[in-house]
């Protein structure tokens, strides 16, 4: 069945082109298709185009459907074209004629526009509280370790000292930019469209604020067109949060396989959350890591890939729209499932102490030996060449402390404030 069919039989090859794997992504979005449904149901009863007996009988047998999917009994056959085609059959089945009508006013642009921003409504709000519990995770950690010193380095090279509260708290901050990207695409996401059709609206009396109740969004998408134009945006707008979540994950488990490697040896994991190899009996490898480091990467690309999708569509619908879902729905799998084993492993990690015992780790502290011969009153740059001359003929002797005590310093880790920041922004 296709919602399109006119008695007119399709080449098999076009069909098996242009569906593609929409019968698969769209179980995904089974349980929006069928909430969409019942509140266009509604509607179509407010506004007198369907019977309340009409209505009572689409309420019940989408509720049954739904009952379907959310208990895994519900599939997609070969018969069926998508999602919309699927659940409207099983309504005409169930309740004849009636099942006919729930299309009235609406085309299938719409719904799978009212489909895709329930569902990444849903998403990004699970993807929300996901990075809030890692947050909540990395504060614990930086407040528990604030006092461990860490070598920090630029270019590579030892540079300044750091800790342990520094560099969880960090990646902690981090999460709130992140956070920010995943409301705007919230607000993005959280229009109604339904009831634009095609892209030009309906001739029928329909009560599109109504929908917009019924389904729980912020506000409408008013113009028809835009409403339309918002296909593609709003996945671009998803993907750019993706984005931005992936790469505070991907850089930090750069750094946890960087710290876990012996020449740094600055972290480490228990054994259970470490691989071994087929040849070396002593490896222990920080897989997870590395599989979320290359996963996030992956989804970095993906705003490229929706932009080129969409960059020299005009307006109204395309069908080259339809392989957005493509890319977005394993992406924010991806990410969910990134975010889970980043919480999961790091609750267990282990520190080193006693790090900067290491004579290598001496010059780490040039800056703050500099600072003090510059608040005895020597101009710094004078005081940069005398610790600069101390260097070169290895006499400079390492305090080895530090006294920082502006916000966000080493001293200084600022972690309630970096707390309230993230509660104002979730």
């Known amino acids: ?141 930086a407040e528990k370790y604030k006092n461990v010193l860490l070598p920090g380095y630029t270019h590579f090279q030892i540079a300044m000292p750091s800790s342990f509260g520094l560099w969880f708290s960090a990646y902690a901050e981090s999460l709130i930019d992140d956070v920010i990207f995943l409301n705007a695409a919230l607000e993005v996401v959280d229009q109604n469209p339904l009831g634009s059709a095609a892209g030009y609206g309906s001739s029928f009396p329909i009560d599109r604020s109504y929908t917009t109740q019924e389904l729980g969004f912020k506000t409408l998408k008013y113009n028809s067109v835009a409403a339309q134009m918002s296909r593609g945006k709003s996945e671009k707008s998803t993907s750019f949060a993706l984005s931005s979540l992936a790469s505070t994950l991907a850089k930090l488990s750069m750094d946890v396989t960087l710290y876990m490697s012996q020449n740094f040896n600055f972290v480490s994991l228990p054994a259970h959350l470490t691989t071994g190899s087929s040849i070396m009996p002593h490896k222990k490898n920080p897989d997870v890591f590395e599989l979320i480091r290359g996963k996030c990467n992956k989804v970095q690309a993906l705003p490229y890939e929706l932009t080129l999708i969409t960059n020299n569509l005009p307006s109204g619908y395309h069908r080259d729209l339809q392989l957005l879902k493509e890319g977005l729905i394993p992406a924010i799998q991806t990410i969910k499932s990134c975010l889970e084993m980043a919480h999961y492993s790091l609750k267990d990690i282990q520190v080193k102490d006693n790090i900067l015992d290491d004579p290598k780790y001496d010059y780490l502290f040039t800056v703050d030996s500099l600072n003090e011969l510059v608040n005895q009153g020597i101009p710094f740059r004078d005081a940069y060449k005398i610790i600069g001359e101390q260097v070169e003929k290895g006499t400079f002797t390492s305090p080895k402390k530090t006294t920082h005590t502006h916000e966000g310093s080493i001293n200084n880790l600022c972690l309630e404030e970096i707390k309230k920041k993230m509660s104002k922004i979730i």
């Open 1 to 141: 069945m296709k919602l399109w069919e006119k008695g007119i039989s399709t080449d098999k090859q076009i069909d098996f082109f242009t569906v593609g794997n929409d019968r698969e992504l769209d179980l995904v979005l089974a349980k929006y298709d069928v909430l969409g449904n019942i509140a266009q149901a509604k509607m179509l009863c407010k506004v007198g185009l369907i019977t309340e007996k009409e209505k009572e009988n689409l309420l019940k047998a989408l509720n049954e459907i739904l009952n379907e999917i959310e208990v895994g009994n519900f599939s997609i056959e070969e018969d069926f074209e998508d999602i919309h085609s699927k659940v409207e059959f099983l309504l005409t089945e169930k309740i004849g004629d009636a099942g006919k009508k729930i299309h009235t006013a609406r085309s299938r642009n719409d719904q799978v526009l009212v489909d895709m921003n329930l569902y990444l409504k849903d998403e990004l709000n699970l993807i929300k509280d996901s990075t809030k519990d890692l947050f909540d995770l990395l504060m614990e950690a």
